[in-house]
């Protein structure tokens, strides 16, 4: 019976030793993945007539939504998180004055940094979201890092709660401008562009898949989406697919 409990015991530590080697390295690998070199092929507009179409239109206004689609963030005690889940920055923000700040732990949705670096050429960015703007600046800022690419802000007092659906907020993209041929949002939740539906690119919500790439898919789409008249027109079909 001790022989039976001994080589039961030596299998389990044995088999929890494996599954921790795998787990290290699982997560080194998606670590590797994440920040390896990525660089999207932009080609030059050598031919007249690209300079010619871009001239010919208006530049267009990209609305990125925030939370779950750039990044995602919880205020959970550190302890808890996996190591897989690391933070890539901790913001403590004053939610109430005089109160205890709170601490976000805040992930960024892989090749963020790259994706808003190359969509900074071709678009005029705003950052729209519903998220409280105490929280919402800092996180941007972070984003931002100086560089100047976020032209203006919107938060959760710019949208309008929505009574048809529980806790959900629409956006009025017609706030950021009039000429709805010439803006478009990028939102993980389809009820933040309901009224809206041929000016929005929807993407997945996002949390804490450290291989996901759809930041890097868009970049084609949206490299030739700045040539058109009116993004509705290429928009509402691509939302019928």
Not at 72 to 78: L, M, R, T
Not at 81 to 89: E, G, L, T, V
């Amino acid at each position: 019976m001790r022989v039976l409990c001994f080589v039961k015991g030596f299998f389990i530590i044995l088999f929890g030793g494996i599954q921790l080697i795998y787990n290290v390295i699982r997560s080194l690998y998606i670590r590797t993945l994440e920040y390896q070199a990525v660089k999207y092929e932009s080609i030059p507009l050598e031919q007249p007539w690209g300079f010619e179409r871009l001239l010919k239109v208006r530049r267009k206004v990209l609305v990125l939504d925030l939370d779950e689609t750039l990044v995602h963030s919880q205020n959970n005690n550190p302890y808890l998180i996996r190591p897989q889940s690391q933070p890539d920055f901790i913001l403590r923000v004053e939610i109430e004055r005089g109160k205890e700040p709170v601490k976000f732990y805040v992930n960024k949705r892989p090749h963020v940094d790259y994706f808003l670096d190359v969509v900074r050429q071709w678009y005029d960015i705003v950052v729209y979201t519903a998220s409280i703007e105490k929280y919402g600046q800092q996180v941007i800022n972070v984003l931002d890092n100086k560089r100047g690419i976020f032209q203006r802000r919107y938060f959760r007092q710019h949208c309008v709660l929505d009574s048809s659906i529980h806790g959900q907020y629409t956006k009025d993209l017609s706030m950021i401008l009039p000429d709805m041929s010439s803006v478009f949002i990028i939102d993980n939740s389809p009820s933040a562009y309901k009224n809206y539906p041929d000016n929005a690119i929807a993407v997945p919500t996002w949390t804490k898949d450290r291989s996901d790439t759809w930041l890097l898919n868009l970049l084609p789409f949206l490299d030739g989406l700045r040539f058109c008249n009116d993004v509705r027109t290429i928009l509402s079909r691509h939302r019928q697919r």
